[in-house]
């Protein structure tokens, strides 16, 4: 069973603070990943994507991935209490053609 | 505005009924999707289309069944066979075949009684 693991929180940082959400996965051949925010009661939102081993920033964001450890990363700078939500990460299933394999979900809480 | 519409947002049954889901999008997407998820678990895949007339089982499809008569549309009937389908439905789609970020619907709430 291919798996892909969070803690799932919460984890609570002070606002301003550097949240870091991290997320390992079990099918080695994976290739692309994701992160999605999800506010209660609403659908998952798309956040970054990566698909290279390193870094990838866009604003506040920063995904990390290390295919060798299986291990990709989300780092919140600047955290607001609007980045309160759960946050998905998600991977794709190298077994099958456009399927992803989506963890429990980490609670963030940004405290004021 | 291009996005996938689910309807209806809440939607209440009583058990041993048939209840159909709707999911449409104007994105032109090839691939959709159904998610179930459940409180503190993650989304599980129900069913999942790459092109008109053609799906696969996701990982709990036992209970479920779709349709993809049109590229645009993707609904789902929750039957009576599926032994707990109180849950929040998500539909989504994405541009091509190969692995490539979902766009979400605004999900359907299920409650049967």
């Known amino acids: 069973q291919k798996e892909v693991e969070q803690n799932s929180g919460p984890l609570s940082v002070p606002e301003g603070a550097i949240a870091s959400l991290n997320c390992t996965y079990s099918d080695r051949g994976s290739q692309s990943f994701f992160w999605y925010r999800q506010y209660s009661g609403k659908s998952p939102e798309l956040i970054m994507f990566i698909y290279s081993n390193g870094d990838k920033e866009d604003g506040r964001f920063t995904a990390q991935l290390n295919k060798a450890s299986q291990y990709v990363s989300l780092l919140i700078r600047d955290s607001q209490p609007s980045d309160s939500a759960t946050y998905l990460c998600a991977v794709n299933d190298s077994g099958a053609t456009n399927k992803l394999i989506f963890g429990t979900g980490t609670l963030l809480a940004v405290q004021p | 505005d291009g996005g996938i519409t689910q309807s209806p947002k809440y939607l209440f049954r009583k058990e041993g009924q048939n209840v159909t889901l709707s999911c449409e999008q104007n994105?032109?997407?090839?691939?959709m999707y159904w998610y179930r998820q459940d409180p503190g678990q993650g989304l599980r895949l129900i069913y999942y289309s790459q092109i008109v007339n053609d799906f696969q089982k996701g990982d709990i499809a036992e209970g479920y069944s779709v349709s993809r008569e049109k590229k645009e549309s993707f609904p789902l009937t929750v039957t009576s066979a599926q032994k707990n389908p109180t849950a929040f439905y998500l539909c989504a789609s994405s541009p091509d075949r190969t692995a490539s970020p979902l766009h979400f619907g605004n999900g359907t709430r299920l409650t049967v009684t």
């Open positions: 994105l032109n997407h090839d691939a």
